[in-house]
């Protein structure tokens, strides 16, 4: 009953750096997303994926790049990481088709840039 | 573009009490609505939803109900406990869209 897993959990990161989180679910999701969540700020979408080879932008895209190779994985990247990228980071997934609106998220990966 | 707004927190409350956490949406259309629910050190997970307008979503004694005339959908419990200690969103979905809106979260503390 894994559902959908995220590595790492956490990392330091000093400004410059890169960093790829690794988001992979085993319940044949058709759909892929990665959130930042910050204090006030509830969640807010950085990039998604409708199916394997697919990715688009959410709301707050810049400084992230995202790739789903595989179905079952979404990788999100920090080319050049700011300490503006400094948060709480989730993936989820949910079937394809109509949007039932219910997600399975991740634990979350805390990722802090000095 | 769609919004979701919802009651600031904390939210601090003693055990057995009544709980409401106010939530508004801005959408064009017709959207779910869904109350989703953070655990400390958990991921999100889905309370309860309502697909269309008078729709009532219930689950683990939480309640809240569509109002489309007043664009709400308040969560509301009549006896909470320590184990409902948790940061609660609200947020919104299209059928035919891709995504789902969040609001800014609340953080409910509740005491023994």
């Known amino acids: 009953n894994a559902g959908v897993t995220q590595t790492p959990k956490f990392r330091v990161l000093k400004t410059g750096q890169s960093m790829t989180l690794l988001c992979a679910q085993d319940?044949?999701?058709?759909?892929m997303y990665w959130y930042r969540q910050d204090p006030g700020m509830g969640l807010r979408l950085i990039h998604y994926?409708?199916?394997?080879?697919?990715?688009a932008k959410g709301e707050v895209p810049d400084g992230y790049n995202v790739s789903r190779l595989k179905k079952q994985n979404f990788l999100l990247g920090l080319e050049s990481a700011a300490p503006s990228q400094t948060s709480v980071y989730f993936c989820?997934?949910?079937?394809?088709?109509?949007?039932?609106?219910?997600?399975?998220f991740g634990e979350g990966s805390r990722l802090t840039v000095l | 573009g769609d919004s979701v707004t919802q009651m600031e927190g904390p939210v601090t409350l003693s055990e057995e009490a009544f709980l409401t956490i106010n939530c508004t949406y801005t959408?064009?259309?017709?959207?779910?609505l869904f109350w989703y629910v953070q655990y400390p050190g958990e991921g999100l997970q889905l309370l309860l939803k309502?697909?269309?307008?008078?729709d009532k979503g219930s689950n683990k004694g939480f309640e809240a109900t569509y109002r489309k005339e007043t664009t709400s959908f308040h969560l509301e419990k009549g006896s909470v406990q320590v184990s409902d200690s948790a940061v609660y969103f609200c947020?919104?979905?299209?059928?035919?869209?891709?995504?789902?809106?969040f609001g800014g979260g609340t953080r409910v503390l509740v005491k023994p």
């Open positions: 989820a997934s949910r079937v394809g088709g109509t949007n039932t609106g219910e997600l399975f």
């Open positions: 319940m044949n999701h058709e759909y």
């Open positions: 994926s409708v199916g394997e080879g697919t990715t």
């Open positions: 959408a064009t259309g017709y959207p779910s």
């Open positions: 309502a697909t269309k307008a008078d």
């Open positions: 947020a919104l979905s299209k059928a035919a869209g891709n995504k789902l809106t």
